[in-house]
């Protein structure tokens, strides 16, 4: 056997390169006489590296190169494996904090709408709730025999950190919902800045000047809609009262997935017992607008005649609920079809180099808002 261990004729030179190009050549010819089948292990790159008396960078090369022509791919933790495109048996997991959430079940009714198609059969796990159960989900998918899986965010710092453990891992997934500026993660997101900008514009077309945001500022999603409404004043060259944002998460670690109707009534009682309170409150998502309209109607507010409202993810009862909210429409169920897509490229080749998508969003507008009737 040769080797590639010498200073003059390592992995990176002439002669490596000639190593890797024809490891990989061999391992083509293999597989197209039917040596291997399809789904056959190859071996890990270690074990090849062992075999072929060559460095394991010299084996990965090799495989890196028919990863690209889709002939093989890499199974974290398991090897490398003949890629069968017939093969109807690769399972994900759909790892959801609470399907009572309505964009979960949208997302998730959008990764299975184009998993049948892809040979990907589907999981759908619900935590129902418990953050525990849906950490401990995630830090057990590296040891399951799942081949990839979808994640949709809990925005926390327990989350995150099971997410850069799985990122270390290199199991493929996919993040739904949430975006990282600081380490590359395959993830799929609606554009939160432009969402805000365009409640802001909309709001500002109203002639309210005043206007409060409430929300829960761990999540990046939020700071995002936040910073889209900032831009909007500011582009109206209008000031920003920053004492009327609230933060939801300001003093303690809430319960992700918990029941935050109390801290929705008094921060927006806050808001409304100040001597010059907002003409408008932007809430952070649907579920909190409806909390904060029902605090503000206790208030003896009325909506929108006294003080608008506005949400966002354009959830099924925002057109029934009176008034009819206004709110920005996430794209969920694309974000599931783009999440899937992404997914199945990581599977066949981990190590590939996936650009988080951003999809658009729109402003939905009903009832909860009007024309400000009083001066700021």
């Not at 299975?112 to 525990?132: C, E, N, P, R, W």
């Not at 926390?156 to 600081?182: C, G, M, W, Y």
């Not at 993660?185 to 554009?191: E, G, S, Y």
């Not at 409150?281 to 009325?302: P, T, Y």
Request: charged fraction near 25%; include cysteine.
């Amino acid at each position: 056997m040769s080797t590639d261990t010498g200073t003059h004729t390592g992995s990176h030179g002439p002669a490596g390169t000639r190593l890797y190009a024809a490891l990989a050549d061999r391992l083509r010819r293999a597989i197209q006489a039917g040596v291997y089948r399809p789904g056959q292990l190859l071996g890990s790159e270690h074990s090849l590296a062992k075999q072929e008396s060559i460095s394991r960078m010299t084996v990965r090369r090799a495989s890196e190169l028919l990863v690209k022509e889709g002939l093989i791919e890499r199974r974290p933790g398991k090897g490398l494996y003949v890629r069968d495109e017939r093969a109807t048996t690769r399972a994900i997991q759909v790892v959801a904090g609470n399907l009572q959430w309505e964009p979960s079940l949208q997302a998730s009714r959008g990764i299975q709408s184009i998993a049948a198609g892809k040979g990907v059969q589907t999981q759908l796990y619900d935590a129902h709730g418990d953050v525990a159960m849906d950490l401990t989900m995630l830090r057990q998918l590296p040891e399951s025999d799942f081949a990839g899986a979808v994640i949709i965010s809990l925005h926390s710092k327990t989350f995150n950190e099971a997410i850069f453990d799985l990122k270390r891992q290199r199991f493929p997934f996919v993040l739904v919902d949430q975006k990282f500026h600081d380490i590359e993660i395959p993830a799929v997101t609606a554009d939160n800045h432009d969402g805000g900008l365009q409640v802001g514009q909309h709001l500002l077309a109203h002639g309210h000047e005043r206007i409060g945001f409430i929300g829960d500022l761990v999540a990046v999603t939020v700071r995002d809609r936040l910073m889209g409404l900032r831009d909007a004043v500011a582009d109206a060259g209008k000031p920003f009262d920053r004492s009327l944002v609230i933060d939801l998460c300001e003093d303690r670690d809430q319960d992700r997935l918990g029941d935050w109707s109390g801290e929705v009534e008094a921060a927006t009682r806050q808001l409304m017992q100040r001597d010059a309170p907002p003409t408008a409150i932007f809430f952070s998502c649907d579920a909190v607008a409806r909390a904060g309209c029902r605090a503000l109607q206790a208030m003896g507010f009325r909506v929108p005649a006294d003080v608008s409202i506005v949400g966002f993810d354009d959830d099924p009862l925002c057109q029934w609920v009176t008034p009819g909210l206004t709110t920005v429409r996430q794209p969920f169920f694309g974000m599931g079809e783009t999440a899937i897509r992404m997914l199945c490229e990581l599977m066949v080749n981990p190590d590939a180099r996936i650009a988080p998508q951003v999809l658009p969003v729109t402003l939905v507008a009903r009832d909860s808002v009007a024309q400000a009737l009083r001066s700021s």
